[in-house]
């Protein structure tokens, strides 16, 4: 089965940083790939698919970029309502794996 | 308004069989699979299972296939997540997730439902 590996496993941040998060996979998933941002007590949200779709109503400051097997979520300008835990998931076949995540706070 | 409204809280003791559910609305139940999502406390998420509400066609993650079963009843828009036998590692939050095709991103999730095995 395809392994998704995130980095780093958390992150701080001052508010404005631009802050980047990687997922890699052991193979191949073309673009298959999304992100998902999981605030504290909440249920996850789909922030991005096709590795670089923006999900309707999703702050631009959002974006994801990458092909193949590496791939990047990256946040222009942190805000305080970007904490949250971020994880990467791969959906070409089944098992459809989710990275590791990596948790986001402020400095 | 898409919305995927699961069961609520369980209690249960180890070697007790449960079943949980996801109701649908606001779209076309058959139009879209159903993903279960396993989060223990503290922890990330976890791909279990899929089905196809359509015809039933399921593919489970090898973590799990043996152990849970999925289900649909179409008249009532409506997924199932069933455990014949639990262990207290089943202990966790339970999300089921809609996709519009078997591999496509999960855009509307459940409020996820607390399973709590304990003797």
Sequence with gaps: ?107 | EVQLVQSGAEVKKPGESLRISCKGSGYSFTSYWISWVRQMPGKGLEWMGRIDPSDSHTNYSPSYEGHVTTSTDKSISTAYLQWSSLEASDTAVYYCARHPGAGRQFDYWGQGTLVTVSS
């Design chain 1, 1 to 107: 089965d395809i392994q998704m590996t995130q980095s780093p496993s958390s992150l701080s941040a001052s508010v404005g940083d631009r802050v980047t998060i990687t997922c890699r996979a052991s193979h191949d998933i073309t673009n298959c790939l999304a992100w998902y941002q999981q605030k504290p007590g909440k249920v996850p949200e789909l922030l991005i698919y096709a590795a670089s779709t923006l999900q309707s109503g999703v702050p631009s400051r959002f974006s994801g970029s990458g092909s193949g097997i590496d791939f990047t979520l990256t946040i222009s300008s942190l805000q305080p309502e970007d904490v949250a835990t971020y994880y990467c998931q791969k959906y070409d076949s089944a098992p459809l794996t989710f990275g590791g995540g990596t948790k986001v706070e402020i400095k």
